[in-house]
């Protein structure tokens, strides 16, 4: 009897703790977020907005509920990234008519760990261009900026991550064109990024189906232990029309809890034999206090374009270069 129980005891130990290893295999995280904005320079009623992604509505608003499953193997694993949401509508591209309609999706891809220095990846992945992502808890500004919103936003291919040493990476990639599903056209795209020490060279090409060509740096320096300076440049061209723009993004931690951030931007388009395009100086504020897995932001953006575009209107319905807006957001992640 005793040997029976004794067996019975280790066969439920070992069943108990096979679990308790598959378990830790499977993770679920997310987030979610919410704002209020009212324009500063301009009537709530006019319907205007900054023209980037994202935050586009006053009043009481809705960002995205984000829900992440992912498995992790031995070598290999998955990764479920759905959102629901405006914000995240904008990001799969429910009505770009590139065959994404119907997908919540954010991503959905699977990996293999060939080896300690080489990762595949196939499936739909967030870009690996520019400085801000899709989902608000890894940006320190809530808004977004106009070369984010400008670029792509995920991808669909086959990539392959290399670890070259400590300090470099390359990362090489066959995907559909950008922001694309469902490939009707039998085209496709090439992508890299050569890494150094945080400090990343970001290329894109497509046969001028959707970007084009695009060419993006995104880094940071820590200036000291509570000063980092984010940077970002990009320029991108398709049929002789495209973009161009810088954005610094200075961020400084006051304590433990709470944090402000600059995003300084200057955007602006080309086009082949026409001169004097408008361009956009954007200055944008964030405060952020942490409260355990909240995060509260408030944020002042200031958007003025030059030349005689006149995008917004003001206080009064007169046409003006410039809008300015106040936004309080709430973000949780767990």
């Keep these: 009897m005793k040997k029976l129980l004794t067996l019975t005891m280790l066969l439920v130990a070992t069943v108990m703790f096979a679990q308790e290893e598959e378990a830790k295999k499977v993770s679920i995280s997310g987030s979610i977020d919410t704002y209020y904005q009212t324009y500063l320079s301009a009537s709530d009623n ?3 907005s900054f023209g980037s992604s994202f935050a586009d509505e006053t009043g009481f608003a809705l960002g995205m509920a984000n829900i992440i499953a992912a498995y ?3 070598s290999t694993g998955v990764v479920a990234d759905l959102v629901f949401g405006p914000r995240g509508d904008a990001a799969i591209g429910q009505d770009n008519g590139q065959g994404n309609e119907g997908y919540y999706l954010n991503q ?3 990996y293999w760990n060939v080896s300690d220095a080489t990762t595949l990846t196939i499936g739909r992945f967030n870009t690996y261009l520019g400085y801000e992502v899709i989902s608000p808890t890894g940006n320190f500004n809530y808004s977004t900026s106009h070369l984010f919103s400008n670029g792509p936003f995920s991808h669909v291919g086959l990539k392959a991550d290399f670890a070259l040493s400590d300090d470099f990476s390359l990362m090489l990639a066959l995907m559909n064109a950008t922001d694309t599903n469902n490939n009707t056209t039998g085209d496709y795209a090439l992508g890299a990024q050569l890494g150094y020490k945080g400090q990343y060279l970001n290329l894109y090409y497509d046969n001028d189906e959707v970007l084009g060509f695009e060419i993006d740096y995104t880094g940071g320096f820590d200036i000291s232990d509570d000063f980092y300076l984010g940077i970002n ?3 991108q061209t398709s049929n002789d029309a495209g973009f161009y723009g810088v954005a610094l993004y200075p961020q400084l931690s006051l304590s433990d809890d709470f944090g402000l951030g600059l995003r300084g931007e200057y955007f602006g388009a080309h ?3 026409v001169d004097d ?5 954007g200055l944008t504020l964030t ?3 942490a409260i355990e897995n909240l995060t509260i932001k408030p ?3 200031l958007d003025s374009w030059n030349n005689d575009a006149e995008p917004f209107l003001d206080a009064d319905g007169e046409a003006t270069n410039s809008l300015a807006a106040f936004t309080l957001a709430a973000i949780y992640a767990f």
């Design 46 to 48: 006019t319907g205007q």
């Design 72 to 74: 992790e193997g031995k």
């Design 277 to 281: 395009l408008p361009a956009v100086l």
């Design 271 to 273: 086009q082949k034999d």
């Design 299 to 301: 944020e002042i953006r």
């Design 108 to 110: 959905l891809y699977a």
């Design 233 to 235: 440049g990009a320029y």
């Design 287 to 289: 405060g952020s206090y």
